[in-house]
């Protein structure tokens, strides 16, 4: 069976959206996965189908209600379901690439898209909700912050990406930013290409890459540095820009 996604949320017109063009949407057509969305109003309660209500303890906006996300999931999952239930929120924690490769080789995702202030806390301790954030700013709703999380996900599944080796190299796969890229012209507006990389000398290439990936990852990334070179023997050296040439 393909990987499959599940989305609920109050606008289902949002999907695939981007996730139907390019890498992702041949993916899509070709059915190496698959994506069904869920309108969490079609769980409303009374005449206009309301999802929220006020907060207890007073303040500003509306909190999504417990028993209506609740008959929600209900229905998107079936019993036995084994597909991580997340809940996309600034609350949560940060997705990472590490993420993307745990999810890719599961079963697939159910993703909760909140909107207002969020969702009532209850049904997610309930449930035991998986509660992540794409970043530290806050989206007025969860379905931008699914589809960057699809994206994430969908790249990696299998025969998606067309080479094996891209996703293997790429920024965080080994705890480092990616080393920077070039192409044509060698010379553009008197901006020369690293000469190291016309060599034609691939171990020493690959040196380079290596140095450049280090050296941009401690300059932009200390956070990340750190954890690397914690792992490595690189903590002591300066930062240098000499891999540019
Ligand atoms: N009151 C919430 C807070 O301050 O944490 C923000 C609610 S936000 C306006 C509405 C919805 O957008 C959230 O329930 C969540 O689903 C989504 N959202 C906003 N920022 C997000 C982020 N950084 N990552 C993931 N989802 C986000």
Known sequence: MSWRAAVLTLFPEMFPGPLGLSLAGRALERGDWSLQTHNLRDHGLGRHRAVDDTPF????????RPDVVDAALSQALPPGDRRAVIYLTPRGRRLTQADAGRYAEGEGVVLLCGRYE????????????????????????????????????????????GSERSGLEESFADGLLEYPHYTKPADWQGRAAPEMLLSGNHAAIAAWRRAAAEADTRARRPDLWEQY?????FSALPITAAHRN
């Open 57 to 64: 303890g007073g303040g500003a906006g509306l909190v999504m």
């Open 118 to 161: 969020g969702i009532d806390e209850r049904v997610l301790d309930a449930r035991g909700i998986e509660q992540v954030s794409i970043g530290d700013y806050v989206l007025s709703g969860g379905e931008p912050a699914a589809l960057v999380l699809l994206d994430s996900v969908v790249r990696l599944l299998p025969g998606v990406m």
């Open 229 to 233: 070179a914690s792992r490595t023997r």
